[in-house]
């Protein structure tokens, strides 16, 4: 396939339902465990949450339910495994060649977790772990930082993130003046002028020099 370059890649199940999570390779356990975190806060979305993944972010997944299962209060979990078929398209490089359309098969896999009974005939059905090994603090910290954030309550204050940095200007110049003597100086902004005089005014930038009659005079 050297000759070719893939243009687009296609799954069987494209639609993402409300609360389903897709975990994959490249992103990280702590930012899927606070988006399930606001799912699981969400009454829309009734107390259940899907994690949904295929190849390599299956481990992720299973890691990503199980931390859940110890910061979320009573959630019961239904596990399925199965294929996902992706299909492939490429476009040749060089001429005379055609486009060439490939499928492909991938284990995959879907967690269901709810606070809400399910189905306990399900073969991957499994009840929640017992409540002396769930920490809810963290869960509990999010939904009062969450709650604050959305300024939820009489008198609540949103809560934003941003960082601003600014730099004050810098000049550089020579400036020119009437007086005795030469100097140099430092003013605002790095700017160092020669001239005579006591003060010169850089023509770039706008910086300030101030200069010290006492630096050197003249013989």
């Known amino acids: 396939m050297d000759k070719y370059e893939k243009v687009d890649e296609k799954r069987e199940d494209e639609q993402i339902q409300p609360n389903e999570i897709r975990v994959t390779a490249g992103g990280t356990i702590k930012g899927y465990l606070m988006y399930a975190f606001r799912l699981f806060s969400d009454d829309a979305i009734d107390?259940?949450?899907?994690?949904k993944a295929m190849g390599?972010?299956?481990?992720?997944t299973v890691t990503v339910a199980e931390i859940?299962?110890?910061?979320?209060?009573n959630l019961h979990q239904i596990t399925e495994i199965g294929q996902s078929v992706?299909?492939?398209?490429y476009e040749p490089l060089e001429e005379g060649l055609h486009n060439v359309t490939t499928t492909?098969?991938?284990p995959s896999i879907s967690i269901?977790?709810?606070?809400k009974p399910l189905d306990t005939t399900n073969p991957g059905y499994q009840a929640p772990v017992p409540q002396e090994e769930v920490n809810e603090r963290q869960f509990a910290a999010f939904q009062e930082?969450?709650?604050n954030y959305q300024g939820g309550g009489s008198g609540g204050r949103g809560r934003g993130r941003g960082r601003g940095r600014g730099r004050g200007y810098r000049g550089r110049g020579r400036g020119r003046g009437r007086g005795r003597g030469r100097g140099r100086g430092r003013g605002r902004g790095?700017?160092?002028g020669r001239g005579r005089g006591r003060i010169g005014r850089g023509n770039n930038g706008g910086g300030r020099s101030y200069y010290n009659n006492t630096a050197s005079t003249d013989q």
């Open 47 to 51: 107390g259940t949450v899907r994690l």
């Open 104 to 106: 492909r098969e991938v």
């Open 86 to 89: 992706i299909t492939e398209y």
């Open 112 to 115: 269901i977790l709810s606070n």
């Open 56 to 60: 390599r972010a299956i481990n992720k």
């Open 190 to 192: 790095r700017g160092r």
């Open 68 to 73: 859940l299962k110890r910061r979320v209060p």
């Open 145 to 147: 930082s969450d709650s």
